[in-house]
């Protein structure tokens, strides 16, 4: 059987649809069900998150729980996601 690599977009659309059903989430949560690395969910969350020093898009934001580390959509996140299901 041959194992194909997520891209960056079908990591980031899985991520979405992640959040827009349930959101927050712990990272071990999500690194799980994209079967990603920490590493990878953290380039990943640069690109999705609300850093503007890093370019991020704006949609997702880490969350220090304690000693957990959640991901929750933005405002401009549900957005996308409203947006989503409408079409």
Not at 22 to 49: C, F, H, K, N, V
Not at 71 to 87: R, S, V, Y
Request: hydrophobic share 40%; charged share 20%.
């Amino acid at each position: 059987m041959e194992t194909t690599e997520m891209t960056t977009d079908d990591l980031a659309i899985a991520l979405m649809e992640q959040l827009c059903h349930s959101s927050p989430l712990p990272i071990t949560d999500i690194t799980r069900s994209l079967g990603i690395q920490r590493s990878q969910l953290e380039r990943l969350l640069a690109l999705m998150g609300a850093s503007e020093a890093l370019g991020g898009l704006g949609y997702v934001r880490e969350v220090n729980e304690g000693h957990r580390v959640l991901i929750t959509i933005t405002d401009k996140g549900k957005a996308l996601c409203a947006d989503n299901q409408a079409t």
